[in-house]
């Protein structure tokens, strides 16, 4: 793990903060999720779709590379009630294993080279929810840096190859101050 990074991520997440809520992607879409297999929450924080999808009845692990938040949602988890098995783990040097998640969820992270890799962890039909912020913004949320920020229809080309059940991206369209502005999202499934 690279110590800065995730020294970075301890001193953010040393703070007092709930997991809060799953992203729009996975909680507007969870229709879509299988009735039972494994899930995979990757660079989950506080964890809000770590604890969905295991409310779901999915078999959840839950990736981060700050040890710290992974004891605090294994603390939660635990007060829910849930089993979630938790990982502090640099998912770029250490991805997933090829054919090994149902489910994969990402929100608010964006590692280009990574998705790819995610595909491959995904077992035959598997289904990967993706959602990270966009260059076309309207607000200050998210990331200054661009390079963490996807170009208009990035997430559709990162994912090409797959099949596309659901996306979104609204960019600066229309009422800025109304719909889903700053983010894109993927509901895509592996062939």
């Known amino acids: 793990m690279s110590d800065e990074i995730k020294q970075k991520w301890d001193t953010i997440y040393s703070k007092d903060g709930q997991a809060g809520v799953p992203a729009k992607v996975l909680s507007e879409n969870d229709h879509l999720l299988p009735a039972s297999g494994s ?7 506080r964890g809000a779709n770590a604890l969905f999808l295991a409310s779901k009845g999915l078999q959840t692990s839950a990736w981060d590379i700050s040890p710290v938040v992974i004891a605090a949602l294994s603390t939660e988890a635990g007060r829910q009630g849930l089993a979630i098995e938790g990982d502090a783990r640099d998912v770029i040097h250490t991805p997933p294993a090829a054919d090994s998640f149902d489910v994969i969820v990402v929100a608010h992270f964006l590692e280009r080279g990574l998705i790819e890799l995610l595909r491959r962890a995904l077992r035959p039909n598997g289904l990967l929810f993706y959602q990270t912020f966009t260059q076309a913004r309207v607000t200050e949320r998210g990331p200054s840096n661009p390079d963490f920020r996807l170009a208009d229809n990035e997430l559709l080309r990162l994912c090409d190859g797959m099949q596309v059940l659901v996306y979104r991206e609204e ?3 229309g009422d800025c101050q109304a719909g ?3 983010l894109a999202l993927i509901v895509a499934q592996k062939r």
Do not use: P
Request: aromatic content about 8%; proline content about 0%; overall charge neutral.
């Open 39 to 45: 899930a995979l929450e990757v660079a989950c924080g």
């Open 171 to 173: 960019g600066k369209v």
């Open 180 to 182: 889903f502005r700053d």
